[in-house]
């Protein structure tokens, strides 16, 4: 942490040497008329979040503060360097922390209609809002607490290269040859204590079984939309059981793997305006790679579809989505009943071990991807109006699954109380009937929460 600090203060204190201010939106050009400079921008944020645990009980989920950097500089009209730097420090679930995360750090090239991006960066799919099928590219942090939703996507290194032969046309190729999971914190979820979560097994680094990716933009005046396609790894793992103890069963321990599995998604989106409507919508066919054995643990073949309305009326603005999923090969499965080690003792139940826990398993991979039933219908609606000449903005998010009876209610008042300072303040719930994602995790997301956040 030594040499993160020594760094940042000799950034902030060659940043002074310089009479416009690195911290400006734009130096300018050289005196050559190239368009070269260095920009420096960021924020500094604290936040808390409160959680209801059982019994209401409200516990403290996270204290921490956090300082964004943020890096970018032109070498003429032929590239450019950019790169995200966080340094966080606080407790969050009970755990201290402090460190620092290279959020993106990419360079680019640019030869004429052909421009090339290569290092680690996000690059997000998809135009619908609240719901995108075709963003697979971008692993996600599910567990993340801050008021920015954008700081769910987590950066991958990865080579993209674009071109665009037309104003209108964009072609678009990417090769990620590292795998780099999304975070789900299963250690948060009530599930059986005897079980236990392994870390995600890794696929390594292997050119021939690299995710690749490509898309086709066109872009319009009136309309614009894009087709896609992927192929690679998923950045959600499945979860699959590992060897089991040898009987008789003293003390029975059970740990769960985390899996990366390869799938092809098929996907296309569009977004266009209508009496000063604006329409987005997104579908994607998504299907699991498998070999000649079927493997119970890994997702079914689906159709997911996006459609979403976004209107104004003067300083109320109103956002109404639906998202509606479909799989066509769906095997009714009941969920699990809860396993009680204490069974073991009976060696007549040792047979059906494998079985009983190969069905839970598959069962919490259906909860997990959302696969639970045959049909399955969302709507989005989040309502917010601006005040004050917009200094102060009250949103609803609100999302109500009507297949699984999941629910969030998510209010939240942003008090932008001078330039460069917003104050943030909300809270969130999430609930669901029983072997629903909302189930699992409401215990550490309900519960309101609070961020005052400096720009420069």
Known sequence: MKRYLLLWIGLISFSSLFPQGLFESNLGKTPEGDNKGLNLSGYTRGAGYMALIKD?????????SETALRIKTRGGMKGQAYADLRFRTGMEYGEEFAGIDIREAYADLYLGKVELRVGKQISSWGRADGFNPTDNLTPKNYFVRSAD??????????????????????????????????????????????VSFAEVSHPGFVWD?????????????????????????????????????????????????????????LGADFATVLLKTGIRGEIAWKKPEVSEEIDPFLPAEEWQGVVSLDREFGPVRIILGYNGKYIPDFIPADPPQAFDPSLLANPAVWPMLEGVL??????????????????SHSVLFRPSVTLFHETLEIEVNSLYNFTTEEYLIYPKISWHVSDGILAVIGYQF???????????????????????????
């Open 430 to 456: 999430y609930d669901g009937s029983d072997y629903t994602r909302f189930k699992w995790i409401k215990s550490a997301f309900n519960g309101p929460f609070f961020e005052i956040r400096i720009n420069y």
């Open 209 to 265: 079984k690299s995710t690749v990716a490509a898309k086709l933009d066109l872009i319009f005046p009136a309309v614009e939309g894009s087709v896609s396609w992927f192929s690679g790894y998923d950045a959600l793992p499945v979860l699959k059981p590992g060897s089991l103890p040898a009987p008789p069963f003293t003390d029975f321990r059970l740990e769960l793997l985390q899996v990366p599995y390869r799938q092809q998604t």
């Open 56 to 64: 209401d009980d409200p516990r403290l989920m996270s204290l921490y």
């Open 358 to 375: 190969t069905s839970q398993i598959s069962y919490y991979n259906r909860i997990l991807f959302d696969q639970t039933h045959e049909w």
């Open 149 to 194: 939703p954008d700081d769910i996507r987590l950066g991958n290194y990865m080579i993209r290269g674009q071109y665009s032969p037309w104003n209108f046309l964009k072609l678009e190729a990417d090769l990620v040859p590292w795998y780099a999971p999304s975070q789900y914190r299963f250690d948060m979820v009530d599930l059986p204590s005897f």
